[in-house]
């Protein structure tokens, strides 16, 4: 699986349901970490930094509003999407549910095919390029379907890693990448590889962006990492 496929933390303390999800989740060619409970859904949320997270509300001791409210007031996990599962129906529980920080509430017993849509439909805000969407900065263009890259109308010519690193860069035009953040979006936490690797994609990139004449459109950021513009 490229390791440009979004993670999904799946935080379920029943065994049965989260083996569902995870089952039809990696099905659908996510990459998926999994949590009984909210204090290891917090650690796996700042060690993994997940695409999304999909939080149950009856967890036992740390109940799943509560994690909710843990990961808004982190900076670390704030801009993490959260769609909250609960068998509460009420108004006024979907309420607080989305007024603590989650970005959706689905009622259990819910389809699969209408949480998998939801779940593509936030990824689609977050993460657009893995979802075949196209990208624009300036005058570049990435269509994230046909893998095809191009500069004020000319071709780009890059390879597949060159094509993650540039995607992710687009995703998040302005935020500063550091290398270990490249590192887990880009090749993945599975896949050891040298922080200087980074570098030498970085240049690969740069120069199939850069025709004669055209802008650099990667910053270089002393101590910190990388950015689009």
Known sequence: MSAVEPCILVVEDEPAQREVLVYNLEAQGFRVAA?????????????????????DWMLPEVSGIEVCRRLRSRSETRGIPVIMLSARSEEVDRVRGLETGADDYIVKPFSLAELIARIKGLLRRTRPASMGAVLEFEDIRLDGETHRVTRGGRQVQLGPTEFRLLSALMERPGRVWSREKILDRVWGRDIYVDTRTVDVHVGRLRKALKAEGEEDP???????????G
């Not at 917090?42 to 999909?54: F, G, H, Q, S």
Request: glycine share 10%.
């Open 35 to 55: 949590a009984e409970n909210g204090d290891e859904a917090l650690l796996l949320a700042a060690e993994e930094n997940p695409d999304l997270i999909l939080l």
């Open 218 to 228: 990667i910053r270089t950021v002393r101590g910190a990492g990388y950015s689009l």
